[in-house]
């Protein structure tokens, strides 16, 4: 492929990310494929982690830290009996234990506690930073590591199917759970020690039901032109498609095009996405409890 010039374009990218690949290194790969000026993601996947990854370019990464704290959905692979010090395949094997006979009502008394709002010990070998130093770095190096607990939302935690000592798993959580840390207590309550070995992200809101597209099909586009690159695209818009959408009229417009906030009559209060009379996406905004409604980001999108 020749090389292309970046251009400023504005949209979603609903990528499949594929294995082995971190989400950084997904976003420069569809960046580069694309054409975009600038581009970021809605949050990190493990490289041995599949699935949906939101990309955003232009005017879309504007939201994209809004949207890394959506409610995501996952599909899990747990190997019972067997920890690692990574909680995951990537690690040693630490301990080694018979898996009990396991009935329904042992698995459901093992999940219960790991869902609703719970305190969760994030895995050592982990992106979160201590001293502006990931802690994975400190784990490699062998340094001890203490791991803050955490306070996350898990919403759904249910078994899809059993296979042996592998147990798949449907997970609802909210922003900062690790489903690896999932597994690991998981396999503590069971009394016979956990690790992931599979996971695959199905939908972040808004995008519940996503036709992803891989870097496979990318590429194909990349060889066709502009107009089927651009067709793998979702508007700005539809990272909003789950608030409250405004629209303004004329006089209001220019209220808020001057940046100043623009009182609304009958409007519940809550994070809106705000639409000008020229039928152009303007502003992610959030309405008082006054009915005044104020800019959270801006949006400097082409006319419609």
Known sequence: MNRRSFRDIHGILLLDKPLGLSSNQALQTARRLVGAAKGGHTGSLDPLATGLLPLCFGEATKIAGWLLGSRKAYEAEVRLGVTTTTADLEGEVVETKDVPVLDDAMIEAALAPLRGHIVQI?????????DGVPLYVRAR??????????????YRLDVIERAGD??????ECGSGTYVRSLAVDFGANLGCGAHLTGLRRTWVEPFMAPAMITLDQLRSAAE????????????????LAHILRVELDPAQTRVLGFGQPVPLADIPAGRCGVWGADGRLMALGEVGEDG????????????P
């Open 141 to 154: 190096r062998g340094e001890a590591v203490d791991v803050p607990a955490r306070e996350v939302d898990v």
């Open 224 to 239: 066709t032109g502009p107009d089927p690159l651009d067709a793998c695209l979702l508007p700005v818009e539809a990272g």
């Open 122 to 130: 994030p895995p050592a070998y982990s992106a979160i930073k201590q």
């Open 166 to 171: 592998t147990v798949r798993l449907h997970v």
């Open 292 to 303: 005044i409604l104020k800019v959270l980001r801006g949006f400097n999108l082409p006319a």
